[in-house]
């Protein structure tokens, strides 16, 4: 009877400690081991591919990784953003948060081509892109995180949720919260994840009304540093140069770290949607600070939120497919 319960125990840690390490989704499970078996090489193959890349361009870190926030935010972290249109789908690639600025696409498709000859039809593009954000992360100096996996891709795209769902430089506070929230994040989440402005750009056209005062009082945005919107001033012009490319940090702008809360607390935060973190709530701003002093703090509460962000009602089990190409959907 003993030897039996001894075994029954084992087999029991040995059945279900992937379950311990897991965040359960729509009745299927995300645990970082799940394609030890089916793919042992599919975390070095992403990891490669995004080395490479970003090796070539340094931006390229904060485009793949912008491109998970915005596939999560729009149904979920289901690969949506990167199909493409067809006869039945409008692609998501064409809504204001994504049209001109989306970028990664065809790192996304060289992944998905050294998987598909690995292992055929065995790793999704959803979680391929939530690897891809967190190699990212850490190739620009920040933290790193066991991703959870197993999610399938989407048979569909929702341009008006890219449209609503996805935070937009010009909201308000409370929008970008309640918007969070509807996610199941909150504002804890909202603002280290904020923290992702520590590296990449951002365009003319996302900041020029706090430059020109297009939002109506006949005055400037004084919450932005005046020497510091005269600077960008003289490239981000009252009309045209729309796309033209700012640091989201000026200061190490390539690098990963803690000195986005800095300019924020210097007024030097680039977006409104950045500035109103120190402006617009109380909570906010406590973390902001908190941040600002201790980078350690914030890379351990920006990976946690990564996780969070990355189980947004993923799909799992029979629902959605494996993908052939990101792209498009598989033929039925």
């Given at each position: 009877m003993a030897v039996s319960m001894t075994t029954f125990m084992l087999f029991s840690v040995l059945v279900f400690a992937p379950l311990c390490l897991s965040h359960k989704s729509n009745g299927g499970y995300l645990y970082p081991q799940y394609y030890d078996h089916s793919c042992p090489k599919a975390l070095e193959i992403v990891k490669s591919?995004?080395?490479k890349a970003v090796a070539k361009e340094t931006r390229m870190a904060a485009s793949l990784l912008r491109l998970h926030?915005?596939?999560c935010f729009v149904k979920g972290c289901d690969a949506?953003?990167?199909l493409d249109n067809s006869s039945n789908i409008i692609s998501e690639k064409g809504s204001n948060p994504n049209r001109n600025s989306a970028r990664g696409f065809e790192v996304i498709d060289d992944i998905k081509s050294a998987l598909e000859k690995e292992c055929p039809g065995t790793v999704s593009c959803a979680d391929a892109l939530a690897l891809a954000?967190?190699?990212?992360?850490?190739?620009?100096?920040?933290?790193?995180?066991?991703?959870?996996l197993g999610r399938k891709d989407s048979k569909g795209a929702s341009i008006s949720g890219s449209n609503n769902m996805i935070p937009?430089?010009?909201?308000?506070f409370q929008t970008i919260l309640t918007k969070f929230k509807l996610q199941g994040l909150n504002v804890v989440d909202l603002v280290a994840l904020s923290g992702s402005h520590t590296i990449g750009n951002s365009r003319c056209t996302s900041f020029r009304q706090r430059l020109y005062n297009q939002s109506g009082n006949g005055q400037p945005d004084y919450s932005l540093d005046r020497s510091y919107a005269a600077q960008l001033r003289k490239n981000c012009p009252r009309s045209g140069g729309d796309q033209n490319?700012?640091?989201?940090?000026?200061?190490?702008?390539?690098k990963f770290?803690?000195?986005y809360f800095k300019n924020?607390?210097?007024s030097k935060g680039l977006l409104s949607s950045d500035q109103i973190l120190l402006t617009k709530s109380s909570a906010s701003m406590d973390l902001v600070k908190k941040y600002a002093e201790n980078n350690e703090l914030f890379f351990e509460q920006f990976a946690k939120s990564m996780v969070k962000m990355g189980n947004i009602t993923p799909l799992t089990g029979s629902r959605g497919e494996i993908r052939k190409t990101c792209r498009k959907i598989n033929k039925s």
């Open positions: 591919v995004v080395a926030f915005h596939d949506s953003v990167l954000a967190r190699d990212s992360t850490v190739l620009a100096g920040g933290p790193t995180w066991d991703v959870p937009a430089p010009n909201n308000t490319l700012f640091f989201l940090d000026f200061v190490s702008p390539t770290d803690n000195f924020i607390l210097a």
